[in-house]
């Protein structure tokens, strides 16, 4: 079974609809993170949460916002999408413990915004 | 002017080149250099970690930080077709838990 899941793969929808894209991992992790990748890009950071009740914005946090239910499930929201918001978004995990701050990655979610 | 850059390619090789890729970088500070391999429709995968300058093998791969130009690289030598993937490159500062991704380099190795 994969450490890092996410849910769903792909998912076209349509402007002004709200999204919400699901990660769980089963690493025992506390650190979570949702990114999106765009071509020429690369990845840019949208949340982090270092453990439950500590939640961060990233460098793009503008449209979207997070909750993390429990230290393995962490979830983005996009209120309402817009088509900019058309993107690859991945959820990765990391172990505070670990000096070199490894990150996990889930396979991804293709959105699509209309 | 963005923190990494990295050349997205895409890079053509034939099988069984040496492969470069190669990063630059402004923030003095960075002192973690990691490369993360993804494959189509997957996740970013740490290939190679490196503290602070010098060298790094494993395998075929070979890791190197030249931190005075701020330019890291990652040779791949021997290439093979399963080698065909992204290669991200990536970088945090000592204490810093927020990693910098350069854009990707997309590489084909042809069989």
């Known amino acids: 079974d994969a450490d890092v899941t996410q849910t769903p793969r792909n998912r076209i929808t349509k402007t002004g609809k709200r999204i919400m894209l699901e990660c769980s991992q089963t690493?025992?992790?506390?650190?979570m993170y949702w990114y999106r990748q765009d071509p020429g890009l690369g990845l840019q950071l949208i949340y982090y949460s270092f453990d439950v009740k500590d939640i961060n914005k990233g460098e793009i946090s503008d449209g979207y916002s997070v909750s993390r239910q429990a230290q393995a499930k962490f979830s983005l929201s996009l209120e309402s999408a817009i088509p900019n918001q058309t993107a690859l978004y991945f959820c990765?995990?990391?172990?505070?413990?670990?000096?070199?701050?490894?990150?996990?990655f889930g396979p991804g979610t293709r959105l699509t915004v209309l | 002017q963005k923190e990494v850059e990295q050349d997205p390619g895409p890079l053509s090789v034939p099988e069984g080149a040496i492969v470069s890729l190669n990063c630059t970088y402004s923030?003095?500070?960075?002192?973690?250099f990691m490369w993360y391999r993804q494959y189509s429709r997957k996740g970013p995968e740490l290939l190679m970690y490196?503290?602070?300058?010098g060298n790094k093998e494993d395998g075929r791969f070979t890791a190197q930080v030249d931190k005075s130009s701020k330019y890291i690289s990652l040779f791949i030598r021997d290439s093979q077709p399963s080698d065909s993937a992204t290669y991200l490159c990536?970088?945090?500062?000592?204490?810093?838990?927020?990693?910098?991704f350069g854009a990707g380099t997309r590489l084909f190795v042809k069989a």
């Open positions: 990765a995990t990391s172990d505070s413990d670990r000096y070199n701050n490894e990150q996990f």
């Open positions: 690493k025992g992790h506390d650190r």
């Open positions: 490196t503290y602070s300058s």
């Open positions: 990536a970088m945090r500062t000592t204490g810093g838990f927020k990693t910098i």
């Open positions: 923030n003095s500070a960075f002192q973690y």
